[in-house]
């Protein structure tokens, strides 16, 4: 048996599929995405197969869409006693078929660089503030004991 057929989650999913769902309403919503999920999937597949079978047989494609609406006011339902907040750009770029896990690790990568970034800004101003402070003490004798101070606080 294959790895995938064992693993009912997205392999991209940050839970494996031997961990239970979290208690309480989050875990329920967990579980009706997953029922929603199957629905679209079982839709799919009857769509499919309903458009090969001949045009004078019942189709279940209604059956099925109405499992999906059904689903999605489960969903729906179980929203109202939720209070996440999702940002906006989040479901924008789930939308657009962006990859949750790979935004993530790209913001990670970016806060990162914009970090050192700054830290950089950072060390050059402390350098200019030192060598600032060190020629008024040099200029202006009478200012060195409060530009001494300054200059021996950390950070």
């Known amino acids: 048996m294959s790895d995938g057929a064992a693993n009912p989650h997205a392999p991209?999913?940050?839970?494996?599929?031997?961990s239970p769902p979290p208690s309480g309403v989050q875990g329920d919503?967990?579980?009706?995405?997953?029922?929603?999920a199957t629905a679209l999937?079982?839709?799919?597949?009857?769509?499919?197969?309903?458009?090969?079978?001949?045009r004078d047989k019942p189709k279940q494609v209604g059956a099925r869409a109405n499992d999906v609406v059904r689903q999605l006011a489960t969903v729906d339902d179980l929203s109202q006693s939720i209070r996440a907040m999702?940002?906006?750009?989040?479901?924008?770029?789930?939308?657009?078929?962006?990859?949750p896990l790979q935004?993530?690790?790209e913001r990670l990568e970016r806060a990162a660089t914009e970090n050192q970034f700054m830290n950089g800004?950072?060390?050059?101003?402390?350098?200019?503030r030192n060598l600032f402070n060190e020629a008024l003490a040099k200029n202006f004798p009478e200012t060195a004991e409060y530009i001494h101070d300054r200059r021996s606080t950390p950070g």
Request: glycine share 4%; aromatic share 4%.
């Open 86 to 99: 999702v940002p906006l750009q989040v479901l924008s770029d789930i939308d657009d078929a962006r990859n």
């Open 12 to 18: 991209d999913s940050p839970r494996s599929s031997q």
């Open 103 to 105: 935004l993530t690790k």
């Open 121 to 128: 800004k950072i060390a050059a101003i402390e350098s200019y």
């Open 29 to 36: 919503l967990e579980l009706e995405l997953l029922g929603v």
């Open 41 to 54: 999937y079982n839709l799919g597949t009857t769509v499919i197969n309903d458009s090969t079978k001949e």
